[in-house]
């Protein structure tokens, strides 16, 4: 007696303990999503080993700097898996290192990577899974049914949709990551498939949706009307289906819609500076969103470099930034307030100065929209429930979705 | 509220503050633009601070300047010793004018000094502030403090306290920016850039202080012919510094340039800018309960014992409620 | 397959045995990149190893003396990190 199994959600792993550390590996991706907001990807600059040596030397050797419990070494692009090979050596490194050194996150960490999923089956990815399954987390983004997804990700030059290229690899993800959720990001022109697509998703065997808008100004006249719409038959879908049992979609939330108290809920939203980046000139930051390819308008936010270490005075407006004080009254007076996220870069890129202390508000109508069929969600599911006598079993089991929102 | 309006007549004008004027050349503001600064001064009821080139003004210049109250900034190098002899404040930029300097007890003098220096040659300044009204210490290199500068400068406080203790018990009230100051204030009283004081440069644009002029021009915040545009002024104000806020160091500068240059945010202090302040600030403790052992002396204050040096340490601590509501209330006000 | 909850551990105690279960999956994949090659490391993996094992092993028999969990000869007891329940699973 003694076997063990463990039970978690490997995506909400050690929540709010670990520190994110992310690796910008490349900056080159097979797609180009209309929707992306990394505006200067390119194929030149991929990160090199010296680069990826130093920067984990740096952090290991500085323990005292990081005492988070836990550490989610986490790969991103343009899209990771181009750069398999690095990131093999990269893992064993850090595997080595950390059991070397006595480093406390031997004992707590994870790689994770968000991927578009085209390269997922070959051999170099496969064994490099194989040999790290224990400490994976992957999530694959697709976006819905093959015209909702081919109507943004599509490929470079060819603009050729990706659907098919990504949705011949999901069963196989599945197989080794059976609670894998995915991602889904909504603009404006993929509103008229909401429904369709996260019902597609749940047909696939995916089980959590996690799905958002962009926080960007993108929004049209009469949006928000449209988004309703499709989020109220979304809703009557789920329960009339029964998919709530089992089948998680991140738009529907209980927490959803309430006023925040000035006083104690004022915590920043966003974990921009409790994560840490690094890119392939070695330059630091305090989340990718701050690197200079995903920024419009605004300079980099470079918090120092691989080789001086982090300058810890460009992390304390970060890590003193609170809710009231970035907001304006609208979203301070606002009584559904709750739920109604921001993303700190997208602040930053479109505030009227270079600060991050001005909340962008372009999703404001969309909330609104969201709020309202949320509360038509909520309110047919528990009368359908507690007709059924179900609720109490409901409540005992119910899935929860994950509000991350990068 | 606006209340000063601090008008460059010269790129070369003194520096009077952290910040160095650079390699500008001669480049003196247009009459015309004198006279619209000074017009837009009246018309905002702002008291107007000239700060002056090291060279002698035109003639018309000065008429031009004596048509409106004002104050003058000059430097202790400008070749006009007329000028130097009206000066309200003057400017030192090393140690050696000030040791050869005559000073007038009635005038308030600014030190621009390096930190190496400060701490070669401070016994000088017993001397100083004896002779002067006011003394004021800009160390102009203090982002590049270490521990080893916090723990001297820590102890040339201390010596110097205990001189300023001695006037005052003797019956003087010696005037010296990093002691004296926090022993007198009930409240914050920073610099003030962006809130109570806004700059005119050569140029005719508006500038956060002359700071923000030097490092980039573009970054203006207006023009005389338009006006004042200044993007998120909220941020300028004490309660939009989370660690400000939360602070009694009130005698501190709260430099928005050196917060831009150090934090990259307006309102967000360096660790070096906080811990200087606050050494400051607790050396003026001990001199406040020294002065005491004596006789009352200023009862109305009351400093603190605390046990760190940034706010920033221990801001899992910090007392929000009170702040919020106060910010709440400005948000209603102001939005 | 069945599950049936027999009981539940502290907070505390499911860290430690949550602690030791991270542990032994690092140390089984570290075990497949590195040979005996690099032999300080390669000792200091397996003396690792031996003792993970064994505070491992401790653990589920110290919990077991405290809690009198149900037993069974043709199952074993699973840990839900979650809930710190502890299931017994038969087959």
């Not at chain 1, 994110?20 to 900056?27: D, P, Q, W």
């Not at chain 1, 893992?91 to 968000?114: P, V």
């Not at chain 1, 890590?319 to 700190?344: F, H, K, M, P």
Request: aromatic residues 12%; negative net charge.
């Amino acid at each position: 007696m003694g076997e063990m199994q463990i039970r978690e959600d490997a995506r909400a792993w050690q929540s709010g303990m670990a520190k994110n550390i992310t690796f910008i590996v490349t900056k080159d991706c097979q797609l180009a999503c209309k929707y992306c907001y990394l505006v200067g990807k390119n194929v030149k600059e991929r990160m090199s080993w010296e680069t990826a040596k130093t920067f984990i030397d740096y952090v290991l050797s500085h323990e005292d700097d990081f005492p988070e419990e836990s550490v989610i070494w986490d790969f991103i692009g343009g899209e990771p898996f181009l750069e398999i090979d690095l990131i093999d050596m990269i893992c064993d490194y850090l595997k080595q290192r950390m059991f070397e050194l006595n480093h406390h996150w031997f004992n707590s960490y994870r790689f994770s990577f968000s991927t578009n999923g085209i390269n997922y089956h070959e051999p170099k990815v496969q064994k490099f899974i194989e040999k790290n399954r224990e400490h994976l987390s992957i999530g694959i983004t697709i976006d819905g049914t093959e015209k909702k997804h081919d109507l943004n990700r599509v490929y470079k030059i060819t603009e050729r949709g990706s659907y098919k290229d990504v949705v011949r690899n999901i069963p196989l993800w599945l197989k080794q990551f059976p609670g894998g959720g995915t991602k889904v990001t909504i603009s404006s022109a993929d509103i008229p498939y909401i429904t369709e697509s996260v019902l597609h998703l749940y047909s696939l065997g995916i089980h959590e949706v996690n799905i958002n808008v962009v926080f960007e100004d993108v929004w049209q006249e009469g949006d928000d009307k449209k988004f309703e719409e499709q989020l109220l038959s979304l809703a009557d879908a789920i329960i009339d289906g029964g998919y709530y049992q089992d089948y998680a979609c991140s738009f529907f939330t209980e927490q959803l819609g309430k006023p925040l108290d000035p006083v104690y809920d004022n915590n920043n939203w966003c974990g921009a500076g409790r994560m840490l980046s690094v890119d392939a000139a070695g330059n630091l930051y305090p989340c990718t969103r701050f690197a200079q390819y995903s920024l419009r308008e605004k300079n980099a936010w470079i918090i120092g470099n691989i080789k001086d270490g982090i300058d810890k005075n460009k992390l304390r407006p970060f890590l003193t930034l609170d809710r009231i004080t970035q907001s304006n009254s609208e979203c301070l007076n606002c009584e559904i307030a709750s739920g109604c996220a921001w993303c700190q870069g997208e602040n930053y890129d479109a505030a009227d100065t270079p600060t991050v202390f001005q909340r962008a508000t372009a999703i404001c109508k969309m909330h609104k929209a969201r709020v309202r069929a949320n509360n038509y969600y909520w309110n047919k599911l528990y009368r359908k429930l507690e007709l059924e006598g179900k609720r109490e079993e409901f409540e005992k089991n119910k899935k929860e979705s994950n509000p991350t929102i990068c | 509220m606006l209340e000063y309006l601090i008008i460059q007549l010269d790129d070369t004008s003194t520096s009077y503050c952290h910040y160095e004027i650079g390699a500008k050349e001669h480049k003196l503001m247009p009459l015309e633009t004198l006279k619209a600064g000074i017009r837009f001064g009246m018309l905002e009821n702002l008291m107007i601070q000239f700060v002056y080139p090291d060279y002698k003004l035109p003639d018309d210049y000065a008429a031009a300047i004596e048509s409106i109250d004002h104050n003058k900034i000059v430097s202790s190098l400008c070749e006009d010793e007329a000028l130097k002899a009206e000066a309200d404040v003057m400017i030192f930029h090393e140690w050696t004018g000030l040791s050869l300097a005559q000073l007038d007890e009635k005038k308030s003098y600014v030190l621009r000094t390096a930190k190496a220096d400060l701490f070669d040659r401070y016994l000088f300044l017993k001397d100083v502030i004896s002779k002067v009204m006011r003394l004021n210490i800009v160390i102009t290199d203090v982002e590049t403090f270490t521990e080893e500068d916090f723990e001297k400068y820590k102890q040339i406080l201390h010596i110097l306290s205990e001189h300023i203790e001695k006037a005052y018990v003797a019956g003087k009230s010696p005037q010296f920016n990093i002691l004296t100051d926090r022993m007198m204030l009930e409240k914050m009283n920073n610099c003030g850039a962006g809130i109570s004081n806004i700059t005119l440069a050569p140029n005719g644009k508006f500038y956060i202080c002359p700071a923000f002029y030097y490092e980039n021009e573009e970054d203006c915040v207006g023009n005389l012919e338009n006006g004042l545009d200044i993007k998120n002024p909220q941020l300028y104000k004490l309660d939009y510094a989370p660690i400000c806020r939360h602070c009694d160091a009130y005698q501190c500068k709260r430099c928005i340039w050196l917060n831009r240059k150090t934090t990259l945010e307006v309102n967000t202090p360096s660790h070096e800018q906080c811990v200087v302040a606050h050494l400051e600030r607790n050396a003026s403790r001990e001199m406040l309960e020294n002065i005491r052992k004596h006789g009352s002396f200023m009862p109305q204050i009351e400093i603190k014992e605390i046990d760190y040096l940034d706010p920033f340490d221990v801001r899992e601590h910090w007392d929000e409620e009170l702040l919020q509501q106060e910010l709440i209330k400005y948000h209603q006000e102001n939005y | 397959m069945t599950k049936k909850t027999v009981g539940q551990v502290t907070e505390e105690e499911k860290n430690e045995i949550l602690q030791l279960f991270e542990r032994r999956n690092g140390l089984n994949e570290l075990a497949k990149i590195l040979t005996p090659d690099n032999d300080t490391l390669y000792q200091k993996l397996v003396k690792d190893m031996g003792e993970t094992g064994i505070k491992f092993q401790s653990w589920w028999d110290l919990m077991a003396a405290k809690y009198q969990w149900e037993g069974s000869e043709n199952g074993h007891w699973e840990i839900n990190f979650d809930t710190c329940e502890i299931n017994l699973v038969t087959e």
